[in-house]
């Protein structure tokens, strides 16, 4: 009902900036946040970032706040995730989300839809 295609991974050093985007198809109205989540290696997926998509109320991890910021663009259907100061321990693939219940997607049982992942490697 609701693809999402991610793009904008890839290599980047200590430090630096990288820029991810999410577009949704399909089913657009079934949805009303979407955000991110990423998988380090050995590790479970944990929430990154998210913004519900009709008021605008984001949430971060705390690994990550006051250096991603995530942004929407409604007329595409598109969210975005802003990295900055990035760490070797921001290394990971990261997946979009997107859901459509009363549920936030931080919790994972609020995601309804996910993408594939895009590879973000931080390191020298």
């Known amino acids: 009902q609701v693809q999402l295609v991610e793009s904008g991974g890839g290599l980047v050093q200590p430090g630096g900036s990288l820029r991810l985007s999410c577009a949704a198809s399909?089913?657009?109205?079934?949805?009303?946040?979407m955000g991110w989540y990423r998988q380090a290696p050995g590790k479970q997926r944990e929430f990154v970032a998210a913004i519900n998509w009709s008021g605008g109320v984001i949430s971060y991890a705390d690994s990550v706040k006051g250096r991603f910021t995530i942004a929407r663009d409604n007329a595409k259907n598109t969210v975005y995730l802003q990295m900055n100061s990035l760490k070797p321990e921001d290394t990971a693939v990261y997946y979009c989300a997107a859901g459509g219940s009363y549920v936030s997607i931080a919790e994972e049982r609020g995601v309804d839809y996910w993408g594939k992942g895009t590879l973000v490697t931080v390191s020298s």
């Open positions: 399909g089913s657009i109205f079934s949805i009303n946040a």
